[in-house]
Structure formats: structure tokens, C-alpha cells
């Protein structure tokens, strides 16, 4: 039996990408795993094919992490359905790319909304079950972008790179209460999200990454149940790259 055994884990943006391989690792680990994504019907249809390939419990929910009630109304439908939340994986993100001068401000406010305004909802809506069981794991998933900047990304760095402050502030908070809040920041992982790069800048990415070669979704996967392990409980208000040595 799994440390993760019968525990509830929230894991945004579970649909596709790395969300959807943490949500495939846990489920295969007996944790009860949740899932969401903006869309109702597209969050349960992963969450059943994700059940089916793990034979895990998953459940899939409809929900915008930049809406704080229906965070609210998410967190509440998840422990009613699998009990409290114990781990919560902020991993749902978007980018919105341009040069600054030209950058939209809805295309700002959405990066900012979702990355960064996301995850405090969501923080918020599961501490409350959190502190009164006085254990918890919360796992904030940012970016080398969020350390080093990216041209092209104002956006999307300053939102990463305010997730970060955001963990130090929030694990300083819950300490004391024997809850760990830690960021993963991932280098060029294969997903959908990466799914424009050109084989011309992937062969240059690959270059300048050291270990030579791209990130997939179960490498953050496995760093991320590290970090909800108790063998991770003296570990909070951590940085942990994953990125194949790309940012150091
Ligand atoms: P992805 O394949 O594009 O998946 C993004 C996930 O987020 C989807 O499940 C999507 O679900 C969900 N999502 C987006 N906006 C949402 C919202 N407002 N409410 C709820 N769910 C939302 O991206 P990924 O590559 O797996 O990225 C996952 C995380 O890792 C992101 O935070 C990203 O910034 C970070 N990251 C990725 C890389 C990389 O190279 N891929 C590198 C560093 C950091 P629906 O579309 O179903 O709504």
C-alpha cells in the first residue's frame, strides 16, 4: 500500500500535460485524484480515461481557477465527493506571448489571472480543511521563466515569478500547522503548451540543456510526489527546478 493511499489530491489543469501524468501517477499510487479543467465534459472524459488506464479513483470537474466561487464550489464538490483535500496541485497555467509593446491587456490579465490569481483561489478554498486537520502538501507549479525572465513573456514571468513569492509568504504562514507549500519550476517540458516550438528552437533548446533532452510530464510527476511525501515533511518554501540542468 501507497503513502497516497486513500488521500484526496486536487490537481488543476489535470486534462492534459503534466497535470494529466501527476493525476495518472497518483491515481496509480490508490490516491483519490481530482482533476479539473475549464470545460465540464472535457475534465470528466480525461478523468474517466485516466481511471481507466490507472485503474485509480479520478473524478473529473468543470472549473475556471481564475473564478474564485466556482473554486469555492470545486473544493466543496471534491470533499464531499473524496473527503478533504490533503495535497493541491496548482499546475493549471496558460501563456498569452508578445513583445511588451504590443502585449494586450487582456492578454496580460489572463496570464496573470489564471497563473498567479489561480492558485491563491485555490490556496484559500483548501486551507480551511487543511489547518484543522493540521497536514497538507500544497505544490505550486511555476517556471525557469518565473526565475530567469524570457523575452516575449512579461506576462507570463512576472505571473511565475509572483508564485514564487507567493509559496515563500503562504509557507511561512501555514508552518506551524504542519502544512508545506512548495513551487516546481519546470524547464521545457513536452506538452501542448510547447507544442509551437519549431524544430529549429527545440534543436537550440536541446543544445543548452544539459542533461540533452526535452522534459516530459512524468518527470514533473515524480518530482511532484516527492514533494507530497512524507519523506519531503522538513522541506517548504522550497524552489525545485526540474528542468534538466537548463537554468542553472
Ligand atoms: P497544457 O498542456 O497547455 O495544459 C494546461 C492545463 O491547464 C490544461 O489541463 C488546461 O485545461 C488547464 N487550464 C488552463 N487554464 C485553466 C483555467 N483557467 N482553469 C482551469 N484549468 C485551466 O500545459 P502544461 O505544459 O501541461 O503546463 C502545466 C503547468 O506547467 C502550467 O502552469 C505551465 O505554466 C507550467 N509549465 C509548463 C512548461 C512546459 O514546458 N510545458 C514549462 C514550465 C512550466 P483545459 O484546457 O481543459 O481548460
Not at 497535470?19 to 496509480?28: L, M
Not at 493540521?134 to 525557469?144: D, E, K, L, M
Not at 507544442?195 to 540533452?212: S, V
Not at 510530464?217 to 528542468?243: C, H, M, N, P, R
Amino acid at each position: 500500500m501507497s503513502e497516497f493511499s486513500g488521500k484526496t489530491i486536487l490537481i488543476t489543469g489535470g486534462t492534459r500535460g503534466i497535470g494529466r501524468a501527476c493525476a495518472a501517477a497518483f491515481a496509480k499510487d490508490g490516491a483519490r485524484v481530482a482533476i479539473c479543467g475549464r470545460n465540464d465534459d472535457a475534465a470528466q472524459k480525461a478523468a474517466q480515461e485516466i481511471a481507466a488506464e490507472t485503474n485509480g479513483e479520478v473524478r473529473g470537474f468543470g472549473c475556471d481557477i481564475a473564478d474564485a466561487s466556482a473554486v469555492d464550489a470545486m473544493v466543496k464538490a471534491v470533499s464531499e465527493v473524496f473527503g478533504p483535500i490533503y495535497i493541491l496541485v496548482n499546475n493549471a497555467g496558460i501563456t498569452r506571448d508578445g513583445l511588451l509593446m504590443r502585449m494586450k491587456s487582456e492578454d496580460w490579465s489572463a496570464v496573470v489571472d489564471t497563473n498567479l490569481t489561480g492558485a491563491f483561489n485555490c490556496c484559500r478554498a483548501v486551507t480551511r480543511d487543511m489547518l484543522k486537520q493540521r497536514a497538507g502538501r500544497i505544490i505550486n507549479v511555476s517556471s525557469i521563466i518565473g526565475i530567469r525572465g524570457q523575452g516575449g513573456q512579461t506576462n507570463y514571468a512576472a505571473a511565475k515569478a509572483g508564485l514564487i513569492g507567493f509559496t515563500k509568504a503562504l509557507a511561512q504562514e501555514l508552518a506551524s500547522r504542519g502544512i508545506t507549500v512548495n513551487v516546481i519550476a519546470p524547464g521545457y517540458i513536452d506538452t501542448d503548451m510547447t507544442a509551437f516550438i519549431t524544430e529549429d528552437i527545440r534543436k537550440e533548446l536541446l543544445e543548452k540543456i544539459p542533461l540533452k533532452r526535452v522534459g516530459n510530464g512524468e518527470d514533473i510527476a515524480a518530482a511532484t510526489k516527492f514533494l507530497a511525501s512524507d519523506g519531503a515533511s522538513y522541506i517548504t518554501g522550497a524552489v525545485l527546478q526540474v528542468d534538466g540542468g537548463l537554468a542553472m
